[in-house]
């Protein structure tokens, strides 16, 4: 009977003490004294205030579990616009159907705005492309799908050595903003092209399309399916093939709603191992 009052009691003072620390960082944060602590770790510096982990964090304040032992709860997840009708459409079908109880709230943005949303606790995971720079510890990857990039040209056009097309032929730029232009940055500044630029923007739906219209040439990645209908275009490989996109989830190691997030993965996984994660619409002509 003591041990059952003294768990009670620790459980009173771990509700307590999260109210009260809670409220100090957000005071904090809000004064903006504590801005540049806004990375993945925030979470973890909570519990690290506040000394609890675990069980007690998890039923507490995640409730992750219905009373029947089914998981529950809302689960936040960040996509890019080339994922949603493709990749994430192919992994959300089993995953709502294996976990019902999950209520999962889409948020789109791009690679560059699911980041910070991440970091900040705004959203508890996000299928975006890998970054050019360190992941923090306190934030886990793990790739989906691998897309080569393709010079993209109008299938009209009949060059086919991808590294004159860049250099001679109108250029329309993924946005530098988006983790993958700045990939496609990086690798004209290390193969010496300096592109004639004629647009830079982001979407690569639309810049498909410009393509297509005739309006320039692009280096983009060849992502999962589907692009948009009636697109004639020429995909020509690079020289050099190491030049990718992967783009896979990624979650914060400390977030309330981690075991939300792993089942995700765990049907993300299952989704993608069995061809479901790219689903198939009608195909678009192109030529390599």
Wanted: aromatic share 6%; glycine share 8%; with cysteine.
């Amino acid at each position: 009977m003591r041990s059952a009052e003294a768990a009670l009691a620790g459980d009173e003072h771990v509700t307590v003490a999260h109210r009260a620390h809670q409220d100090w960082l957000q005071h904090a944060l809000r004064a903006d004294r504590f801005g540049k602590f806004l990375e993945c770790g925030v979470v973890e510096l909570q519990a690290r205030l506040l000394g609890i982990r675990g069980h007690a964090v998890e039923r507490d304040f995640a409730h992750e579990i219905a009373s029947s032992g089914e998981v529950s709860g809302e689960l936040r997840v960040g996509v890019m616009q080339t994922s949603l009708s493709g990749l994430f459409a192919g992994i959300l079908i089993p995953f709502t159907r294996t976990y019902p109880r999950i209520d999962v709230r889409i948020v789109r943005d791009t690679s560059a705005g699911l980041y910070p949303k991440l970091l900040s606790g705004e959203i508890d995971a996000a299928i975006t492309s890998q970054p050019p720079f360190a992941i923090p510890k306190t934030c886990e990857w793990h790739v989906l799908r691998e897309e080569p990039f393709v010079v993209l040209t109008p299938a009209s056009l009949k060059a086919r050595n991808a590294h004159e097309v860049l250099a001679q032929e109108p250029f329309i730029r993924l946005d530098r903003k988006v983790f993958a232009g700045r990939l496609i940055d990086d690798y004209l500044r290390k193969v010496g092209i300096r592109p004639k630029d004629r647009y830079e923007l982001d979407g690569l739906e639309l810049i498909a399309v410009m393509v297509d219209r005739g309006l320039g040439v692009s280096l983009l990645p060849d992502w999962a399916p589907p692009w948009p209908e009636g697109l004639s275009l020429r995909k020509l490989a690079l020289p050099e093939r190491s030049l990718v996109r992967r783009t896979g989830l990624l979650w914060n190691r400390a977030s309330l709603r981690a075991r939300l997030v792993r089942a995700f993965l765990e049907q993300a996984q299952f989704a993608i191992g069995r061809g479901r994660g790219t689903p198939g619409g009608r195909k678009r002509k192109t030529r390599t």
